[in-house]
C-alpha cells in the first residue's frame, strides 16, 4: 500500500497562517461587530446581558426615606368612586399627611384641567398650607408622517404657585422598552428626582447633566406602599411614625389604565421583562430618587474604551485561534468567554460599573468560527485526498479512520492484535511463461481484482501484491475485535471466487489454478516504513514469516487454506475445520499445529469424513499404525481427493510394514517452494 505522500504533506497538518491574515480576519470582524454595536439588535443584546446583571444582584433593603400611596384596585373598591376622583380627597390626603410629619409629598398624577372651583379650591389650599408638595409635569409628543411636536403639560396655574415645585415627571425606557437608566435633566427642564434631591439635601449639588444606571432596590414591590384609602381613614391610618420625616410618593399602581383615554403608567424593568409584567411609574421614580439620594447609580463603559478593549481582545484571540486547531480553539473561545462574562457581572454586582460584554462576545465567537471554517475546508480537501488514495486498498471503514486521524500516517508503528493472510496462486508462473504479456495482465487485473475486493468488503487492508501473490491483515489500522473471524471468512470467500475464476479461464483453454492461503494471528507491529515522500503502511514481526510459510506448506498436504492454533482458537467456534499435523518450521524453536479452514459450521451434524479423519489421526499418533491406515481408508473411500489422507495413509502403512517402534509426530520443514 505505497502512496506519494508529497500531495498530502501540506495538508497532513493545519498551517497557522500568516500573522497578517489573523489581523486581517480581526480588523473584519471587528467592524462587523462595530457596525451590530450601532443596530438595535446589538444594542438588545448587550441589554439583555445587564439584566442578568440586574437579576443576580442582590435585592437592598426598602429605602428608608421612601413611602409610596398607591392609587390601587383596593381604595378604588373602598371609595367606590370612578376616576378622577374629588380633589377634596386628594386635599384630605395632603393634610392627613401633613399632620403625620411626611417631609416631602410627591404627586405623580398630573392636575392640567379644572374641575369643579370647589375642590380646585380646597386642593390649593391644602397644598399651600402644607409648603411641602411637589406636582407633576410632563411632555406630551404628537408624531405624524409631516410633524413630529413636543408639548409641556402643567398643573393648573392655582396649583404650580402653591407647590413648592413643579417636575418632569418622565422616563427613559431603552429601545427594548425597558428602563434601565435615568436622566436628571430632559429638555432643558429639571425631572422629579433632581428635584426633590435638592430639597433633601441642598447642601450636595448634583451635575445638571447626571445620567446612569437606574440601582434598582429590587423588583416589583421593593419599596414600602400603603393603599390611598388607608391614609384617608383615621381608623385605618398608619401609624405617625410609618409617615413622619419621609418622603411620600403618590401615584397608580395599577396594572391597567384608570382613564379610558390614556395609556397605563407602567413600565417595564430587567426583573419583570421575562414575566411581561410591569412596575408602576409612581415604583419607578422612587427607585430613581432611591438611586439619586444614596449616589449610588451605575456607570458604563464607554463607547472609546469600549471599541478601543473590543479591538485588543478580538486582534489577540485572532492571532492565538489561527494557531489551533477547532477542538482547542474551541476551549480557548470557552475560557475567553467565561472571563470576559464574569469579570463583566463582577464588576456590575460588586462595583456597580457595567462593562457591556456581548458584542466582544460575538466578535470572539465570529473569530474562531471564521479559523474554523478555514481548519475545516482544508481538512476536508485533506480527506478528500486520503480518501482517493487508500479507498483501493483498505476498506471503507479504515479510510474513513485514517480521514478522521491522518497522524496514523506518519512513520512508525504501534504494536496491535492482527491476522495476517498470504494468497498464492499454484502454477501461475508457468502459466506466465507459455501467454504473451497483454493476457498475462489481463488474468491478473481479473484475479486481483476479485481478491481485493472481497478482503475489503470483509475489512481487510490490502498490504501488497507480490507476484500472482497478495498479503493483506485484519485489525491494524482500525482495532477489530473479530480480526480472526473476518480474515477466515474472507479466505472462504476468496476460494469461491477461484472457483468461478477457474471456470471462465478454463472455457478459454488456460489450465487450471490453485489458491493457497495461509493465516496466522498474533501480536505484529503495524505502521508507516518508508520515508516522508514514499511510504508503505504495513505489518511486521514473527507473525507475518509464520503466516508466508503456512501458505506455501499447503503444498504438502494437498490443502487450500491452512491455520495456525493461534487462529485456530480465536475461531474455532464458527467454522468447520480439521487439525493436520504439527510442523517445526525454520527460526522456531517450538511446534506449530496446523488446522485446516473447510468452510462454515453445518448446520446439522459433521460430516462423516471429518470424524473419521480426526479418528484416524488420533489412531496415527497412538503408533497404532493398523488401526490408523484402517480408518485413513474409511476416510479416502468417503473422499478420494483427500491429499492429506492419502499421504498419511501411506506413511502409517509404511510404518506398519516395517514395524517401526518409535515415530516422531512433529514434521519438520526447513524450506517450502
Same mark, same amino acid.
Given at each position: 500500500?505505497?502512496?506519494?505522500?508529497?500531495?498530502?504533506?501540506?495538508?497532513? =497538518?493545519?498551517?497557522?497562517g500568516?500573522?497578517?491574515?489573523?489581523?486581517?480576519?480581526?480588523?473584519?470582524?471587528f467592524?462587523?461587530?462595530?457596525?451590530?454595536?450601532?443596530?438595535?439588535?446589538?444594542?438588545?443584546?448587550? $441589554?439583555?446581558?445587564?439584566?442578568?446583571?440586574?437579576?443576580?444582584?442582590?435585592?437592598?433593603?426598602?429605602?428608608?426615606?421612601?413611602?409610596?400611596?398607591?392609587?390601587?384596585?383596593?381604595?378604588?373598591?373602598?371609595? =367606590?368612586?370612578?376616576?378622577?376622583? !374629588? +380633589?377634596?380627597?386628594?386635599?384630605?390626603?395632603?393634610?392627613?399627611?401633613?399632620?403625620?410629619?411626611?417631609?416631602?409629598?410627591?404627586?405623580?398624577?398630573?392636575?392640567?384641567?379644572?374641575?369643579?372651583?370647589?375642590?380646585?379650591?380646597?386642593?390649593?389650599?391644602?397644598?399651600?398650607?402644607?409648603?411641602?408638595?411637589? &406636582?407633576?409635569?410632563?411632555?406630551?409628543?404628537?408624531?405624524?408622517?409631516?410633524? *413630529?411636536?413636543?408639548?409641556?403639560?402643567?398643573?393648573? =396655574?392655582?396649583f404650580?404657585?402653591?407647590?413648592?415645585?413643579?417636575?418632569?415627571?418622565?422616563?427613559?425606557?431603552?429601545?427594548?422598552?425597558?428602563?434601565?437608566?435615568?436622566?436628571?435633566?430632559?429638555?432643558?427642564?429639571?425631572?422629579?428626582?433632581?428635584?426633590?434631591?435638592?430639597?433633601?439635601?441642598?447642601?450636595?449639588?448634583l451635575?445638571?447633566?447626571?445620567?446612569?444606571?437606574?440601582?434598582?432596590?429590587?423588583?416589583?414591590?421593593?419599596?414600602?406602599?400603603?393603599?390611598?384609602?388607608?391614609?384617608?381613614n383615621?381608623?385605618?391610618?398608619?401609624?405617625?411614625?410609618?409617615?413622619k420625616?419621609?418622603?411620600?410618593?403618590?401615584?397608580?399602581?395599577?396594572?391597567?389604565?384608570?382613564?379610558?383615554?390614556?395609556?397605563?403608567? $407602567?413600565? *417595564?424593568?430587567?426583573?419583570?421583562?421575562?414575566?411581561?409584567?410591569?412596575?408602576?411609574?409612581?415604583?419607578?421614580? #422612587?427607585?430613581?430618587?432611591?438611586?439619586v %439620594?444614596?449616589?449610588?447609580?451605575?456607570?458604563?463603559?464607554?463607547?472609546?474604551?469600549?471599541?478601543?478593549?473590543?479591538?485588543?481582545?478580538?486582534?489577540?484571540?485572532?492571532?492565538?485561534?489561527? +494557531?489551533?486547531?477547532?477542538?482547542?480553539?474551541?476551549?480557548?473561545?470557552?475560557?475567553?468567554?467565561?472571563?470576559?462574562?464574569?469579570? !463583566?457581572?463582577?464588576?456590575?454586582?460588586? =462595583?456597580?460599573?457595567?462593562?457591556?460584554?456581548?458584542?466582544?462576545?460575538?466578535?470572539?465567537?465570529?473569530?474562531?468560527?471564521?479559523?474554523?471554517?478555514?481548519?475545516?475546508?482544508?481538512?476536508i480537501?485533506?480527506?478528500?485526498?486520503?480518501?482517493?488514495?487508500?479507498?483501493?486498498?483498505?476498506?471503507?471503514?479504515?479510510?474513513?479512520?485514517i480521514?478522521?486521524?491522518?497522524?496514523?500516517?506518519?512513520?512508525?508503528?504501534? /504494536?496491535?492484535?492482527?491476522?495476517? &493472510?498470504?494468497?498464492?496462486?499454484?502454477?501461475?508462473?508457468?502459466? !506466465?511463461?507459455?501467454?504473451?504479456?497483454? /493476457?498475462?495482465?489481463?488474468?491478473?487485473?481479473?484475479?486481483?481484482?476479485a481478491?481485493?475486493?472481497?478482503?475489503l468488503?470483509?475489512? #481487510?487492508t490490502?498490504?501488497? *501484491?507480490? #507476484?500472482?501473490?497478495?498479503?493483506?491483515?485484519? #485489525?491494524?489500522?482500525?482495532?477489530?475485535?473479530?480480526?480472526?473471524?473476518?480474515?477466515?471468512?474472507?479466505? &472462504?470467500?476468496?476460494?469461491?471466487?477461484?472457483?468461478?475464476?477457474?471456470?471462465?479461464?478454463?472455457?478459454?483453454?488456460?489450465?487450471?489454478?490453485?489458491?493457497?492461503?495461509?493465516?496466522?494471528?498474533?501480536?505484529?507491529?503495524?505502521? $508507516?516504513?518508508?520515508?516522508?515522500?514514499?511510504? $508503505?503502511?504495513?505489518?511486521?514481526?514473527?507473525?507475518?514469516?509464520?503466516?508466508?510459510?503456512?501458505?506455501?506448506?499447503?503444498?504438502?498436504?494437498?490443502s487450500?487454506?491452512?491455520?495456525?492454533?493461534?487462529?485456530?482458537?480465536?475461531?474455532?467456534?464458527?467454522?468447520?475445520?480439521?487439525?493436520?499435523?504439527?510442523?517445526?518450521?525454520?527460526?522456531?524453536?517450538?511446534?506449530?499445529?496446523?488446522?485446516?479452514? %473447510?468452510?462454515?459450521?453445518?448446520?446439522?451434524?459433521f460430516?462423516?469424513?471429518?470424524?473419521?479423519?480426526?479418528?484416524?489421526?488420533?489412531? *496415527?499418533?497412538?503408533?497404532?499404525?493398523?488401526?490408523?491406515?484402517?480408518?485413513?481408508?474409511?476416510?479416502? +473411500?468417503?473422499?478420494?481427493?483427500?491429499?492429506?489422507?492419502?499421504?498419511?495413509?501411506?506413511?502409517?502403512?509404511?510404518?506398519?510394514?516395517d514395524?517401526?517402534?518409535?515415530?516422531?509426530?512433529?514434521?519438520?520443514?526447513?524450506?517450502?517452494?
Amino acid at each position: 500500500m505505497r502512496e506519494s505522500t508529497s500531495g498530502m504533506s501540506s495538508l497532513a =497538518k493545519f498551517s497557522p497562517g500568516p500573522f497578517s491574515r489573523a489581523l486581517l480576519v480581526g480588523l473584519l470582524v471587528f467592524g462587523a461587530v462595530v457596525g451590530l454595536g450601532y443596530s438595535h439588535f446589538g444594542q438588545t443584546l448587550e $441589554n439583555l446581558a445587564l439584566d442578568i446583571g440586574y437579576t443576580l444582584r442582590p435585592a437592598s433593603p426598602p429605602p428608608p426615606e421612601l413611602l409610596i400611596v398607591g392609587i390601587d384596585e383596593a381604595s378604588f373598591q373602598e371609595l =367606590k368612586r370612578p376616576w378622577p376622583w !374629588s +380633589r377634596k380627597l386628594h386635599a384630605q390626603l395632603v393634610q392627613n399627611l401633613v399632620k403625620a410629619g411626611a417631609r416631602l409629598i410627591i404627586f405623580d398624577v398630573l392636575f392640567a384641567d379644572p374641575t369643579t372651583p370647589e375642590a380646585d379650591l380646597a386642593f390649593a389650599e391644602a397644598i399651600q398650607r402644607a409648603g411641602n408638595v411637589i &406636582l407633576a409635569c410632563t411632555i406630551e409628543k404628537f408624531e405624524s408622517p409631516s410633524i *413630529y411636536r413636543q408639548t409641556l403639560v402643567e398643573p393648573l =396655574k392655582m396649583f404650580s404657585e402653591a407647590a413648592s415645585g413643579v417636575a418632569l415627571f418622565v422616563v427613559t425606557p431603552d429601545s427594548d422598552g425597558v428602563v434601565r437608566r435615568f436622566h436628571l435633566r430632559l429638555g432643558g427642564l429639571d425631572t422629579m428626582p433632581a428635584l426633590v434631591a435638592k430639597l433633601w439635601r441642598p447642601q450636595h449639588e448634583l451635575p445638571a447633566d447626571l445620567s446612569g444606571l437606574i440601582n434598582f432596590v429590587g423588583p416589583m414591590g421593593s419599596i414600602e406602599t400603603i393603599s390611598y384609602y388607608q391614609v384617608l381613614n383615621p381608623e385605618l391610618m398608619p401609624k405617625t411614625a410609618k409617615i413622619k420625616d419621609r418622603i411620600v410618593l403618590i401615584g397608580r399602581i395599577m396594572q391597567s389604565s384608570i382613564d379610558p383615554l390614556a395609556h397605563a403608567d $407602567n413600565f *417595564y424593568t430587567p426583573f419583570v421583562v421575562g414575566s411581561r409584567q410591569a412596575m408602576s411609574g409612581v415604583e419607578m421614580q #422612587g427607585h430613581i430618587i432611591s438611586t439619586v %439620594l444614596r449616589k449610588a447609580w451605575g456607570e458604563e463603559l464607554q463607547w472609546l474604551p469600549r471599541l478601543i478593549l473590543s479591538l485588543l481582545l478580538v486582534l489577540g484571540f485572532s492571532i492565538l485561534a489561527a +494557531r489551533l486547531s477547532p477542538l482547542p480553539g474551541l476551549v480557548a473561545l470557552l475560557v475567553f468567554l467565561v472571563i470576559l462574562g464574569f469579570v !463583566s457581572l463582577s464588576l456590575f454586582i460588586l =462595583k456597580n460599573f457595567w462593562m457591556p460584554p456581548v458584542l466582544a462576545m460575538v466578535g470572539l465567537i465570529a473569530v474562531y468560527a471564521t479559523h474554523s471554517l478555514k481548519y475545516l475546508a482544508a481538512e476536508i480537501q485533506e480527506k478528500r485526498w486520503l480518501r482517493q488514495a487508500f479507498s483501493r486498498y483498505v476498506s471503507p471503514s479504515v479510510v474513513e479512520i485514517i480521514a478522521a486521524d491522518p497522524q496514523k500516517l506518519e512513520l512508525g508503528g504501534e /504494536e496491535v492484535d492482527a491476522t495476517i &493472510l498470504f494468497a498464492d496462486l499454484t502454477d501461475f508462473t508457468a502459466l !506466465s511463461e507459455r501467454l504473451p504479456p497483454k /493476457e498475462i495482465i489481463t488474468l491478473l487485473d481479473e484475479y486481483f481484482t476479485a481478491m481485493t475486493s472481497i478482503i475489503l468488503a470483509h475489512k #481487510g487492508t490490502v498490504d501488497k *501484491y507480490i #507476484g500472482d501473490g497478495i498479503m493483506c491483515f485484519w #485489525g491494524a489500522p482500525l482495532p477489530q475485535r473479530d480480526h480472526a473471524i473476518l480474515a477466515c471468512s474472507a479466505a &472462504l470467500d476468496m476460494q469461491e471466487a477461484m472457483r468461478t475464476l477457474n471456470k471462465n479461464w478454463v472455457a478459454m483453454g488456460h489450465p487450471d489454478q490453485t489458491l493457497r492461503i495461509g493465516l496466522h494471528s498474533g501480536r505484529v507491529v503495524a505502521g $508507516n516504513v518508508g520515508s516522508r515522500d514514499r511510504f $508503505n503502511y504495513t505489518v511486521m514481526g514473527d507473525p507475518v514469516n509464520l503466516t508466508f510459510r503456512l501458505e506455501k506448506v499447503n503444498k504438502f498436504y494437498g490443502s487450500k487454506i491452512l491455520l495456525s492454533e493461534a487462529t485456530y482458537q480465536l475461531v474455532k467456534r464458527d467454522f468447520m475445520m480439521r487439525e493436520l499435523d504439527r510442523i517445526m518450521v525454520k527460526g522456531r524453536t517450538q511446534s506449530v499445529t496446523l488446522y485446516e479452514l %473447510l468452510g462454515p459450521l453445518p448446520q446439522g451434524e459433521f460430516p462423516a469424513a471429518l470424524k473419521l479423519f480426526a479418528d484416524a489421526i488420533a489412531a *496415527y499418533r497412538r503408533k497404532d499404525w493398523h488401526r490408523a491406515t484402517e480408518k485413513f481408508q474409511e476416510v479416502l +473411500r468417503l473422499n478420494p481427493d483427500d491429499t492429506t489422507s492419502q499421504l498419511y495413509y501411506e506413511r502409517a502403512a509404511h510404518f506398519l510394514s516395517d514395524s517401526v517402534s518409535l515415530m516422531p509426530n512433529i514434521h519438520k520443514f526447513e524450506k517450502q517452494d
